[in-house]
């Protein structure tokens, strides 16, 4: 039904219309940074792209979203950590030759559409997506089997292997690999070790092990990841030379960083998979690789594929005629039940690129490929250099379409290009904004001689550089620049941005040129810019870096300073290793120097100049503007304390009326409650009093009257101050004061809230200690209520209980048969339950000292349980209670283990 106009007068109309306007373009305006994908000269489809977080300090509760005319749709992304943190997400569907889309990275719940899983077990790793099986990597020893008749039993144990992919699986669910095969017993499915070598004047053949001299094993797991765009793993194994003069020695450790994407799937018919490799010797001599025609990147199909069953097809065209020959793809397919294939790439960067290829050329073999560097030619690997190896795998259903093979290829070898323009952070440092030097000094002391105009300082040649007053450590910068338009300058807008006075990004005039290793964007005399993007003398230009500074063990340096750089928001330098000063700059060394602006002579200019300082590895603290304080490990939150009270509106207080304990696991929050970052909803989440780790009791008792200090209807707990904030290494520890306030804001109770948050090296989240002291200021306070509104509890995020049945929560306790509603005092519950795709459990410990009759409400599908007790505290009394949560990822421990963590616990040594 249509209605008349309203009578009001149109003025108020167009008022109210352009405050609608402007709160929508103001809101459109605060992205965190803005991604301009460009598809340049192919079009891709369902493309895995990524971008260096180079302006960003807080990597929690990201969310991308792709922007469609005025609609902004979420995209399913994942950062993956390191000196510079990258975002990954997929370009999906088609996105034609020539063409770009754009995407914004704002605060908000990520955005996920099924997850790609590393599940380890105890003798194999397989990845899945969606449940499918991708692949199986094996860190267990794998036997040779037993009825290998040609084999001597003595030697049968050479062949047992540990450190290799079997099976691989195609999405329909067909095993593509073979290992211990009867005509070779040595090959492993998809494995990387090398033939014919040379160690102190041996042979060593870590790839055929049967003669004793050499065998590849797995180490150690140094990560798993799952994600909505991709899960992988990394692993570290090595190279053993049993023979050697001073008897079995690891001569290579090798890293393999394998990840499978969230594209294509049983559905689609395909899997996209990355395989890369570094190896380093790590012996005092060189091992030799001699000339010859395999070893490297190898892969064994399944026995099924023989013959007329099985083919070749390389990016040259050839088939069981490529051996030898180089190629940027080989093609392997057979027929099992229908043809499926394996496509693999070999990397534009990898050693003698396009690289030589083994291919059994015997038409009715079977199928055997290996990438091998060393057909072309001997090389050596010397002590302490890494060699990095990559490769791709397209593992698809019918026979390989060359159109998708090449296709992949440019995705592969030339991914779409990513521009950037980054937000400023909260916790930036403005260093200029057009008005004064108040941060800055001159090089060597004295009176700052630059130019103040329009906005700008402007180098006054001859007369010095400029220093901030502060040295920095770790940290990300913006910085813009003008080069001057006087055809008189001689030295063609020469500057520089010295990070720490050692590490030049050089300013110069290159518009049009070619890349210098001394050209704008370069790092001085070390390497020339990825692209030449300066602009013409006159036009603004900007930097934005991101510095991580060299580490240092006393005076002795353990790893080199890292750089990151977009130029005009291309990426020109991509977390590169600087070993060593550039050009005039100061020696290296453990301690921070400043940042200078260099006056090399031209009259450059410079403008909106900040900084954003990086949290150092280990555990730290951030405070968010007074609202929350975060504990972060490695720079990303791990636990978020919220202690804001704000009464102002009636949702604020809802949001605010008492002080909980939030906990990440890097990319998610695992608890229910508001974050500070998004409104909370009280009619979208199921019992929306539930906060993250919390306290209270709803029937609290206090000269007669009786308060809830649960739902805090006319009630709050409200933060006072912290008494202490320390971290170091792996442990942060913090002590909140709260008062438990009646209606008439008094406090009945006074909380001292000390909690200690510990990081472990198992698959565990956090270890975390919580104590409050709970001290009776005004008179006897009567702690009462029931199990489900009462005491210390856990609540998990709300998708807990909202999401599908497998994902809801479930109990372990000590032993079978416990009934946790009538059961008293159990030493410890354990949670389990399905977030996003991965499974987490949350161990909950009751200390020993803690009040008698204590029952664990522990039966709610959503995730919250907890301890629950009555009790009175006398007038001036304090009670103490202690509880350790365990919050882990992945299955449940076992019982035995559980009990052994309590046990650390109630009777510490």
Avoid at 247 to 265: F, H, K, P, S, T
Avoid at 436 to 454: P, Y
Avoid at 840 to 856: G, R
Wanted: negative net charge; charged residues 25%.
């Amino acid at each position: 039904m249509q209605t008349r106009p309203s009578s009001r007068p149109t003025a108020v109309f167009f008022l109210v219309l352009f405050c609608l306007l402007f709160a929508a373009q103001a809101f459109a305006a605060e992205p965190l940074a803005t991604f301009t994908v460009r598809a340049g000269e192919h079009t891709r489809v369902d493309t895995p792209v990524s971008a260096p977080l180079v302006g960003l300090t807080d990597m929690a509760s990201l969310r991308l979203q792709e922007v469609k005319g005025s609609q902004r749709v979420a995209v399913p992304a994942q950062v993956e950590p390191g000196s510079t943190p990258r975002l990954w997400w997929i370009l999906g569907g088609t996105t034609p030759a020539g063409q770009s889309r754009v995407f914004e990275l704002v605060r908000g719940e990520p955005a996920t559409d099924g997850l790609v899983t590393a599940v380890k077990g105890d003798k194999a790793l397989d990845l899945q997506l969606g449940g499918a099986n991708i692949l199986r990597y094996n860190h267990a020893v794998v036997p040779a089997p037993k009825d290998i008749g040609r084999i001597p039993e003595a030697r049968r144990s050479l062949y047992d292997r540990s450190g290799f992919i079997h099976p691989l699986w195609s999405a329909k669910g067909s095993v593509l690999t073979e290992i211990h095969p009867a005509d070779h017993i040595h090959h492993m499915g998809l494995w990387m070790p090398w033939t014919h070598t040379q160690f102190e004047g041996r042979m060593v053949d870590f790839w055929n092990v049967g003669d004793g001299t050499g065998t590849v094993r797995f180490a150690k797991y140094l990560s798993t990841t799952d994600g909505p765009v991709f899960g992988g793993f990394q692993v570290e194994q090595e190279h053993v030379a049993r023979k050697t003069s001073k008897g079995e020695q690891v001569i290579l450790n090798e890293v393999w960083d394998v990840r499978a994407y969230n594209v294509g799937g049983p559905e689609k018919g395909y899997w996209l998979i990355d395989f890369e490799s570094t190896q380093r010797c790590v012996a005092d001599e060189p091992l030799i690789q001699d000339q010859y025609r395999y070893g490297g990147f190898g892969f064994r199909a399944t026995s099924k594929w023989k013959g007329q069953t099985a083919a070749y097809l390389t990016s040259e065209g050839k088939g069981r005629d490529g051996h030898g020959t180089r190629a940027r793809w080989c093609d392997t397919s057979g027929r099992i039940d229908e043809w499926e294939g394996v496509t693999f790439y070999s990397h534009p960067q990898n050693f003698q690129h396009p690289e030589p290829m083994r291919i059994w050329p015997e038409p009715d073999n079977y199928i055997f490929f290996n990438f091998c560097p060393s057909q072309a030619t001997s090389w050596e690997m010397k002590p302490g250099e890494d060699h990095v190896f990559r490769y791709r795998m397209y593992v698809h259903q019918g026979k390989v379409v060359v159109a998708d093979a090449e296709r992949i290829w440019q995705d592969y070898a030339h991914p779409p290009q990513v521009d950037a323009k980054f937000g400023r952070p909260d916790n930036a440092i403005v260093l200029f904004d057009g008005t004064d030097f108040s941060n800055w000094e001159r090089d060597g002391g004295g009176e700052i001689r630059w130019k103040l105009a329009d906005g700008a300082m402007q180098v006054v040649p001859g007369s010095g550089s400029l220093l901030t007053k502060k040295p920095v450590r770790d940290f990300v910068m913006h910085v813009e620049f003008q080069l001057p338009t006087d055809p008189q300058d001689r030295e063609r807008g020469n500057s520089g941005v010295y990070i720490q006075r050692r590490y030049e990004v050089q300013i110069i005039n290159s518009y049009g040129g070619e890349l210098e290793f001394a050209g704008c964007g370069s790092i001085y005399r070390f390497k020339a810019p990825d692209y030449n993007v300066c602009k013409a003398p006159g036009e603004w230009q900007s930097y934005d870096i991101r510095f991580r500074e060299a580490r240092y063990d006393g005076d002795t340096k353990v790893a080199d300073a890292r750089v990151t750089v977009y130029h005009n928001g291309v990426l020109v330098h991509d977390d590169v290793a600087v070993p060593n000063k550039t050009g005039a700059g100061r020696p290296e060394g453990p301690e921070p120097l400043p940042i200078l602006l260099q006056d090399h002579g031209s009259a450059v200019s410079f403008r909106n100049i900040w900084i954003a300082p990086l949290d150092s590895d280990g555990m730290s603290f951030r405070d968010n503007a007074g609202r929350s304080l975060d504990v972060l490990a490695d720079g990303k939150p791990l636990l978020r304390y919220m202690y804001d009270f704000d009464p102002s509106t009636p949702q604020r207080r809802f949001e605010t009326y008492k002080p909980f304990l939030h906990v990440y696991d890097g990319r998610q929050r695992l608890t229910n409650g508001p974050d500070g970052q998004s409104e909370y909803p009280a009619d979208g989440i199921q019992y929306p009093h539930h906060r993250g780790i919390f306290v209270g009791w709803n029937k609290l008792g206090f000269e007669g009257k009786r308060y809830d200090l649960w739902h805090m209807p006319n009630v709050a707990q409200v933060h006072q101050r912290f008494e202490e904030k320390s971290a170091e290494g792996n442990a942060a520890t913090f002590v909140s004061v709260i008062h438990w306030n009646d209606p008439d804001g008094e406090p009945v109770l006074v909380e001292r809230r000390h909690i200690t948050a510990r990081r472990l090296d198992d698959p565990s989240v956090v270890l975390l200690d919580w104590c409050s002291d709970l001290t009776a200021v005004r008179g006897d306070v009567v702690l009462d209520g029931d199990p489900e509104h009462a005491g210390v509890q856990y609540r998990a995020h709300n998708d807990v209980g909202a999401g599908p049945d497998e994902d809801k929560a479930q109990y372990l306790f000590h032993r079978d048969g416990i009934d946790p509603r009538t059961d008293k005092d159990l030493p410890w519950v354990t949670l389990s339950c399905g977030l996003a795709g991965r499974r987490y459990w949350v161990q909950q410990m009751n200390h020993p000292d803690n009040p008698k009759d204590t029952v664990f409400s522990a039966y709610r599908d959503y995730g919250r349980f907890g301890a629950f007790f009555t009790g009175t505290i006398g007038k001036d009394r304090t009670l103490t209670l202690r509880y350790r949560f365990q919050i882990g990822r992945g299955p449940t421990p076992s019982r035995e283990e559980l009990a052994a963590r309590y046990a650390e616990y109630a009777n510490p040594r």
